[in-house]
């Protein structure tokens, strides 16, 4: 399967966006999606992820309650959508294909990141 992440751009510190990460090639049957996020100097992060076939989501503790992903099976892309941004919400943001929610930081499926820039 190959991914494409889009829909970063640079928001106010409040502001919303809604990144889509949709399969280019293959589907999203079977696997497990989920957002991670990379900002300059820092390790990567995870931001949460959801199982293709039962919509079950997951989140890091530090990640409820103002991010949230969905899916779209007609369209075969997820979604993230952010609400309240922060400045420290500035990262790439990538999309990657595993087999389960939990093994999706090794997976060896990922997009190729869509820059978020939130501004003070």
């Known amino acids: 399967v190959q991914l494409q992440a889009s829909g970063g751009g640079l928001v106010q510190a409040g502001g919303s966006l809604r990144l889509s990460c949709a399969a280019s090639e293959g589907s999203f049957s079977n696997y497990a999606i989920g957002w991670f996020r990379q900002a300059p100097g820092k390790e990567r992060e995870f931001v949460g992820g959801?199982?293709?076939?039962?919509?079950?989501?997951r989140y890091p503790d530090s990640m409820k309650g103002r991010f949230t992903i969905s899916r779209d099976n007609a369209k075969n892309t997820v979604y993230l959508q952010m609400n309240s941004l922060k400045p420290e919400d500035t990262a790439v943001y990538y999309c990657?294909?595993?087999?389960?929610?939990?093994?999706?930081?090794?997976?060896?499926?990922w997009g190729q990141g869509t820059q978020v820039t939130v501004s003070s």
């Open positions: 959801i199982s293709w076939g039962s919509g079950v989501t």
């Open positions: 990657a294909a595993g087999k389960s929610i939990m093994s999706l930081g090794k997976s060896d499926y």
